[in-house]
């Protein structure tokens, strides 16, 4: 007559330790938010895409190689995982520039950046699929804004 009473709580007891598990699963594929990212290869950091305006929340990172006049364009033909149309803000490095894309492979409506951007231009938040970081040779001031 014990045996009946002890499984049924052992059930119960695996039972709630499978829901919460699945609790905590559900959380985080539910994207509690954003996950910070790096992407690129390289060791500088050229320029961080951030979910929100003025440089909030996840932060995505983009490394490559230093941009200058001779060197080639560097291109993210996608974004990671959940990255897809989120950007809202971005600082770009150096004397790098980025061409933005509406689509991923770099395709669609394309806008330029350069510097601190608090907020994207008219139209572009939560827009960006791909970009391409490169020399900004249409803005020759970057070199002030280190
Ligand atoms: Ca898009």
């Known amino acids: ?46 320029a961080i895409g951030y979910e929100h305006v003025e440089y909030g929340g996840a932060a995505l990172q983009f490394f490559g190689e230093s941009c200058t006049a001779s060197s080639s364009p560097q291109n993210f ?7 897809n149309d989120q950007i809202s803000s971005m600082r770009i490095g150096g004397l790098c520039g ?30 960006v699929s791909s970009l391409q970081i490169r020399y900004a040779w249409w803005w020759p001031s970057a070199a002030i804004r280190g």
Request: glycine share 12%; aromatic share 8%; proline share 5%.
């Open 1 to 46: 007559m014990f045996q009946r009473p002890r499984t049924a709580a052992l059930v119960a007891a695996a039972t709630s330790t499978v829901l919460l598990l699945g609790t905590i699963g559900t959380a985080h594929a539910a994207g509690d938010g954003l996950r910070s990212s790096r992407v690129g290869t390289g060791s500088q950091l050229l």
């Open 77 to 83: 033909n996608e974004l990671p995982s959940g990255w």
């Open 98 to 127: 980025i061409y933005a894309f509406e689509n991923t492979q770099r395709t669609g409506a394309r806008v330029l950046l350069n510097g601190y951007v608090p907020s994207m231009p008219s139209g572009w938040n939560d827009r």
